[in-house]
């Protein structure tokens, strides 16, 4: 079956850096859309960005120049790396997979879903 298993959350000051990565097993790691979402408390769930399984990244506006999307596919592996951390970045990380796809966005229904890591963020 689908397995996501996100790691590498934790706390850290303003302006650090962070890398969350995310085990996946049960389908085609290098054929699936694969997507990062985030979830503060009291809020609701949005996207973080996507990854195609040829690499091509899209991003939401409140992380562009800051995080970076990345597949591992040796290790069937998900990573974001995350730089110029703020305050409002503090949330709950999820990675999400669509094996099969026609696109590949943040309003893409991805279906299955990790557990999640936080990230704490102190100004």
């Known amino acids: 079956q689908v397995q996501l298993v996100e790691s590498g959350g934790g706390s850290v000051q303003a302006g650090g850096s962070l890398r969350l990565s995310c085990a996946t097993s049960?389908?085609?790691?290098?054929?699936?859309?694969m997507g990062w979402f985030r979830q503060a408390s009291g809020k609701e769930r949005e996207g973080v960005g996507t990854v195609r399984s040829g690499g091509i990244t899209t991003y939401a506006d409140s992380v562009k120049g800051r995080f970076t999307i990345s597949r591992d596919y040796g290790k069937n592996t998900l990573n974001l790396q995350m730089n110029s951390l703020k305050a409002e970045d503090t949330a709950m990380y999820y990675c999400?997979?669509?094996?099969?796809?026609?696109?590949?966005?943040?309003?893409?229904?991805?279906?299955?879903w990790g557990q999640g890591t936080q990230v704490t963020v102190s100004s």
């Open positions: 999400a997979a669509r094996p099969s796809y026609l696109s590949c966005e943040i309003s893409t229904d991805f279906g299955y």
């Open positions: 049960g389908f085609t790691f290098s054929r699936a859309c």
